[in-house]
């Protein structure tokens, strides 16, 4: 990607290395049972809305770090894939009728605690509508980019861009369709998300040019890396579509193609399409 010589949003708070008060997700028991948790999270909705168990969120016993921005490679990567979200959902709102209010993305390490309450950082990227945030912790996420063979630059932009699409959804009024139990609807929620994703590069690249080759399928692979088929293929169990929450590879990478190829809103209508 071309990032270097973009701005850098100044919308990102760095939460490393805090420590969390006790508290958090129900995720189940075993070493089993967290993987699959892992895998089917990624890239979701924030945790209340995808599982149940969660506990109130405690207060917790954190130091507030002061000072620059963290000007670690990571950080930086993440302020300037976030500023391109803004350059491009700012204006599109504005065509719309409609202000953006831009997310902050919250960088953490091992756990965080959010509105939505405290999360491991087992559970993946996650967008709490709660206090309108992105939350992210890098080690993990290039852990299990690693693991689910989709690496590169431009696959960590689309987890970013992803999480914004949710935000996206929560300023529109889409995202609260979404309901513990209905794994259809959180389907179309999540495949909508892809699309704007691919919407969001679509409009980054005609004003930017940020793309390079090979960029669009790093997207497309990490799309189809975290369809709910080939996810619970990898954890070893049965495939069974009438449990998944985010879509198959396919229709991941449907959308997120839908979205870079037409780069409207429009064209991101998951809830009225007939056929996912």
Request: proline letters at 4%; glycine letters at 14%.
């Amino acid at each position: 990607m071309r990032l270097g010589g973009g701005r850098e949003s100044g919308n990102v708070e760095d939460r490393r290395g805090r420590r969390v008060g006790r508290g958090g997700i129900a995720i189940g028991g075993g070493f089993g049972g967290v993987v699959l948790v892992v895998l089917a999270l990624l890239f979701g909705v924030d945790p209340s809305v995808i599982l149940s168990g969660m506990d109130p969120a405690p207060q917790s016993q954190t130091q507030t770090r002061q000072g620059a921005p963290a000007q670690d490679e990571g950080a930086r990567f993440v302020r300037r894939v976030l500023a391109e979200t803004e350059d491009v959902w700012t204006p599109l709102f504005a065509e719309n009728g409609r202000r953006y209010q831009a997310p902050t993305l919250v960088l953490f390490s091992g756990a965080v605690q959010s509105a939505c309450g405290v999360a491991q950082a087992t559970v993946g990227p996650f967008y709490c509508p709660g206090d309108s945030q992105v939350y992210i912790d890098l080690d993990f996420l290039a852990d299990l980019q690693r693991r689910l063979g989709a690496p590169g630059d431009f696959a960590a932009a689309y987890v970013i861009a992803h999480e914004v699409g949710h935000h996206v959804q929560n300023q529109l009024g889409l995202l609260g369709r979404a309901r513990p139990g209905d794994n259809a609807m959180l389907v179309r929620v999540e495949l909508q998300a892809d699309c704007l994703a691919g919407l969001w590069a679509r409009r980054a690249h005609d004003a930017r040019q940020i793309l390079e080759d090979g960029d669009i399928e790093e997207g497309l692979a990490a799309a189809a890396a975290v369809g709910d088929d080939r996810l619970q293929r990898r954890g070893g169990g049965q495939v069974v579509p009438e449990s998944f929450t985010h879509g198959t590879s396919a229709q991941r990478v449907r959308w997120f193609r839908t979205g870079l190829q037409a780069g409207t809103l429009q064209a991101c209508d998951t809830f009225g399409a007939r056929q996912l």
